[in-house]
């Protein structure tokens, strides 16, 4: 089986070739084309397959991370969304909650009303009602007013519609009818409906998230079917599956279903592939830091199981979204991230970028910012003819002069002081929100591994490492495309939810037997997507969950719900589970307090091929001869000092398992460049992975290991 795995970032797309049969890994970089995406993975694909003289006709499976539907938010540039909403309630996407992230602010900008996803001239009122909490038909829904309704909005040239009727959650059958008439008069519109996309209670979060899915689906269904025809005509007989926000992967077909599932399909490939890699070398705490050329996207993960946002916290640029969500924040900090000096005096660095083009000015592609990179050419960090393995020949004389004329009259630095500068502002911009995300949440990140990802996380990573005090740094075998390498080990994955309000204690017959249909019929629809996706039976789990709250309370826990069929001594159980999962929670619980089942979800997997990485052959070499390339000056700062030291270059192709290099040091890869400080160390594990710590180890990768245990523990 061969399969390739797609990531396309803002500055670079990243590709990678499994041939299982051969036991081969092939690894590409190519500057996206952010005019148009598909250009750049078809032909990333093509150049890749060439590589591994593999004929184009062979690939068996394409995995997909991809940033169109996140652009999207950012440029503000979706589609016009026309709205059918139940009457009175047309400006629940303008009042939102009466909730301002900072409450005490009179200037900040409110998204949903400074730019709202639905316009409200194109938010039409509907007369239909139901009634909680069974859903019961309280008002029938006049069909006269949706024809009129629907022919005010292809008046307004509007691209796509949402169908938002109070209570659909509990009973669809006014929006199933309402999308009846939308199509039957429009046929080409798409149209959505809120029961359709998230059948979850709270009217706004709801409402927002069915905007946002229509707000994105032309756009993000146009890619994909650019992409599959692309695909089609370059000979490519491969299936194409996309990666969600969840972790999961999606078929072409679910994908332009709901695609608000994809606003996180980029950064959930790096976080799968840095839990992966924690697992695959014994390191269960990890902190994912994969920086590329626009951004660096962060993330906590404990026992080498991602986190995912907590419903209420889930939101793509200000805009609730109730999709599931892998914890990962993105920040603009990245190799192409801008250096300058604001109008206070401040050196500051990011987050806007140069991007692919013109790039950094050592691109030479007309740039003429500093940039994060320029600053890497400049103190000796990044060989100008060996990045991206010589495709890309870097100017040193350009990022010299760049520097030059933006930071050092202005800064009275040198240029070596001004590029030193540029990447501690940058280094400290990923330890506070690496802070942000750990101590705050009760999480020690001296604890913690650094997993470094991303084309310059490895030249990042350990400057990083010692200023949140963690003393491990892994490097993975391929650190710049990882976010790729994540999508060949992210399996099928779907949500399937149904809301049923209803207390756990003292449960009638009748409503014991209601929740185990629902549970059924939520199996079932899994098990039969699943299925159609071509998954075979014994290759299908499924996990039940029940979304519980007290009685009153404002947001729900998730409860995994034990095996079988449910009867009243599992519905206490599962009260007694919420209990104590709300303990560690929050801190305290109240046993005595009802609690009430709000909504059912069924998580079903469809098990597809791991990554299986070859073991490398034993070395146990100090500092290995055969594996230098050449020394060069490198600008480093020991005891508050700045000065070159002359750094030998290692080819990391060249490195054995149980291999150590010594810093100062920079192992070159085609992919990445990692640095190793003069006070630091790296060694190589039997799976290629770099381990780089302080230099009080003496051993192979597993005594890295060993004693960065021992530190934190």
Request: charged content about 20%.
């Amino acid at each position: 089986m061969i399969r390739i795995g797609v990531d396309v970032g803002g500055t670079f797309t990243d590709l990678i070739l499994v041939d299982e049969v051969k036991q081969k890994i092939h690894v590409y970089k190519i500057p996206s084309t952010l005019e148009d995406q598909s250009i750049g993975v078809i032909n990333g694909i093509k150049k890749l397959c060439e590589n591994a003289e593999i004929p184009i006709s062979e690939i068996d499976y394409i995995l997909h991370g991809t940033t169109v539907a996140t652009n999207i938010t950012i440029e503000n540039n979706g589609a016009t969304v026309g709205m059918l909403t139940t009457k009175n309630y047309r400006d629940i996407l303008h009042l939102a909650r009466h909730k301002k992230v900072e409450n005490f602010s009179i200037q900040q900008d409110l998204p949903w009303q400074s730019n709202p996803l639905v316009l409200r001239r194109h938010r039409l009122p509907i007369l239909e009602k139901l009634a909680a909490p069974d859903g019961r038909i309280h008002t029938e829904l006049n069909e006269k007013e949706v024809r009129e309704a629907v022919l005010k909005l292809k008046e307004a040239k509007v691209e796509s519609i949402i169908i938002c009727f109070l209570f659909s959650f509990l009973n669809d059958v006014h929006e199933k009818r309402a999308k009846e008439i939308v199509k039957e008069m429009w046929p080409e519109v798409q149209c959505f409906t809120s029961a359709e996309v998230v059948p979850q209670m709270r009217e706004y979060e709801r409402f927002s998230t069915t905007a946002m899915n229509a707000y994105v689906a032309p756009k993000v269904n146009h890619y994909i079917d650019n992409l599959v025809n692309s695909l089609d005509v370059a000979g490519v007989k491969a299936e194409l599956h996309i990666m969600q926000s969840s972790g999961g992967m999606s078929t072409t077909e679910m994908a332009a279903v709901r695609p608000v599932t994809l606003l996180k399909s980029g950064p959930a490939g790096g976080v799968l592939a840095a839990a992966w890699w924690g697992e695959l070398e014994g390191v269960n705490d990890i902190i994912s830091v994969d920086i590329g050329g626009t951004s660096a996207d962060i993330s906590i993960i404990p026992n080498n199981m991602p986190k995912m946002i907590n419903p209420r916290d889930a939101e793509v640029n200000g805009y609730p979204v109730l999709v599931p969500m892998i914890d990962v924040e993105t920040i603009g900090a990245g190799g192409g991230s801008i250096a300058y000096v604001d109008t206070g005096g401040a050196f500051r660095v990011g987050p806007k970028s140069a991007g692919a083009n013109p790039g950094p000015a050592c691109y030479g592609l007309g740039g003429k910012d500093a940039c994060v990179t320029d600053a890497n050419v400049i103190l000796g960090r990044l060989d100008p003819e060996q990045f991206l393995g010589g495709d890309i020949q870097l100017s040193r004389e350009s990022s010299v002069k760049a520097i030059e004329e933006t930071l050092c009259s202005q800064l009275n630095m040198s240029v070596e002081e001004a590029a030193l500068g540029i990447l501690k502002v940058i280094n400290n911009n990923m330890a506070l929100s690496i802070r942000a995300n750990s101590v705050r949440k009760g999480i020690d990140p001296r604890e913690y591994a650094i997993l470094a990802a991303g084309g310059a996380g490895p030249l990042h990573s350990v400057d990083l490492a010692e200023t949140v005090g963690s003393n491990l740094v892994m490097v993975p075998n391929y650190p710049g495309i990882t976010a790729a390498t994540g999508l060949l080990v992210g399996d099928l994955k779907y949500d399937f939810i149904k809301s049923r309000i209803v207390p756990l204690s003292q449960p009638t017959t009748e409503t014991i037997s209601t929740i185990n249909n629902d549970l059924q019929e939520l199996i079932h629809s899994a098990h039969t997507q699943l299925m159609q996706d071509g998954i075979q039976p014994e290759d299908i789990s499924m996990e039940r969950i029940a979304e519980c709250r007290y009685v009153g309370q404002g947001f729900e826990l998730r409860v995994p719900i034990p095996e079988g069929q449910l009867d009243e001594a599992t519905l206490s159980m599962i009260a007694g589970r919420f209990h104590d999962i709300h303990l560690i929670e929050y801190g305290h619980s109240f046993p005595e307090n009802t609690v009430e089942l709000i909504t059912l979800r069924v998580i079903s997997t469809g098990q597809t091929p791991t990554l299986k990485l070859p073991e490398l052959a034993s070395g146990e070499r100090m500092n290995p001869e055969k594996a230098v390339m050449y020394v060069r000056e490198t600008v480093f700062e020991v005891d508050g000092e700045i000065g070159w030291l002359p750094t030998p270059r290692y080819d990391r192709t060249k490195l054995l398992a149980n291999d150590i290099v010594m810093g100062p040091a920079i192992i070159v890869q085609r992919d990445s460049t990692t640095l190793v400080p003069p006070e630091w160390q790296a060694t190589v594990s039997t799976n290629g992975t770099l381990f780089v710590a302080p230099k009080v180890i003496q051993g192979g990768a597993a005594q890295h290991v060993n004693q960065f245990f021992l530190k934190v523990r």
